[in-house]
């Protein structure tokens, strides 16, 4: 029978009382990046159905500070990532809101010289005390005096210890850095030192005591897991340095003697475009070339603010799987040394 162009008609959607999980099942009916937001949400619930699949979490951008903490400590708690990379800026605003400060609204049309004769910081609409920043530079910085001097960190053993240090203090448990300490979830920073986890840091070597956190080590330890799993799936939110750091992940495993073929399932949430030709922007297509995409991976890109896609997708989620989820939990990586391994 001859192919037929139209064999799929839209499906507007009607207003009705409906659940979350509905609306977004729904919205694979339409066009645009709703249709794709819609896709994106069973994708990710096809790769919790793998059962030899780790997924890894790329998440850039002011996340937390704009209240997405929450929902990245839910999708951790469930085991709906496996593993993480972000910026050291993401979870130094998490142990602020963990040990009980506050991010605020405010507006973007803010006067900024007013904000800063009183001390205040602005991201886009976001507002934040800088003496309770500066309290916890100094905090991260008497944190890194107590660690051992005389060998290497992975940026993953010191985030791990400082989500200890966090829970310890009585830090919110819905807390991405307390809930990755409580379940045994592995976070990397590749760019530790750009954050004020690197100044807290660099205060503490200022005072004699530097901590080396050797991001080489992070490359070997995080390929181990790759090397480790039948399979891998990935999910950006925004891209830059979490981004490239999981894709290349394939190509070192490759250059380790491991037989890889890209993940095999890729979703992203970002407001990059490709054709200034950033990483953040760039489609999966692209990675294929690389072998960091298998040319035959399950991949949608959403081109939309993550603060609209994360509340949808993280609801939709909960409601399609809340009564399966908890064989995932059971799957947790045991660090040895420099290799990590699935149990």
């Known amino acids: 029978m001859e192919h037929s162009f139209f064999d799929h008609p839209t499906r507007p959607i009607g207003v009705g009382d409906k659940s979350i999980s ?7 009916g339409i066009g645009f990046q709703g249709r794709n937001l819609g896709v ?8 919790l159905g793998e059962e030899n699949l780790s997924i890894f979490l790329g998440l850039s951008g002011a996340m937390v500070p704009a209240g997405m903490r929450r929902i990245i400590a839910f999708l951790i708690e469930n085991r709906m990532v496996d593993c993480i990379v972000t910026t050291g800026a993401n979870l130094f605003h998490d142990a602020h809101e963990a040990l009980g400060k506050k991010h605020y609204l405010g507006s973007e049309r803010m006067n900024d010289s007013t904000l800063y004769s009183h001390e205040i910081d602005r991201i886009h609409d976001i507002l934040a005390s800088e003496s309770e920043f500066r309290s916890l530079d100094n905090l991260i910085a008497d944190f890194a005096g107590g660690l051992e001097t005389g060998r290497s960190y992975s940026s993953r053993e010191f985030v791990y210890l400082l989500g200890k240090m966090v829970s310890d203090a009585g830090g919110a448990e819905d807390s991405i850095l307390v809930s990755a300490y409580q379940a045994g979830v592995p976070i990397f920073v ?77 979703i992203q949430y970002t407001t990059d475009s490709p054709q200034f030709g950033g990483l953040s922007g760039c489609t999966f297509d692209e990675a294929v070339s690389w072998g960091k995409i298998s040319t035959s991976a399950k991949q949608v890109q959403v ?14 989620l909960f409601e399609k799987t809340k009564d399966t989820i908890e064989q995932r939990k059971h799957l947790s990586f045991d660090i040895s040394g420099e290799v990590l391994e699935i149990e």
């Open 303 to 316: 081109f939309a603010d993550a603060t609209i896609c994360l509340p949808l997708v993280s609801h939709a």
């Open 22 to 28: 509905g609306l977004v099942d729904e919205m694979r």
């Open 190 to 266: 590749p760019s530790l030192s750009d954050s004020s986890i690197g100044i807290g840091l660099a205060i503490a070597s200022k005072n004699g005591h530097h901590i080396s956190v050797d991001h080489v080590l992070d490359v070997k330890e995080i390929t181990s897991i790759v090397e480790a799993s039948e399979k891998t799936g990935v999910i950006y939110v925004g891209g830059g340095v979490p981004k490239n750091f999981i894709q290349q992940t394939e190509i070192v495993a490759s250059l380790f003697g491991s037989e890889t073929a890209g993940h095999e399932y890729a």
């Open 40 to 47: 994106s949400v069973e994708v990710w619930r096809e790769m």
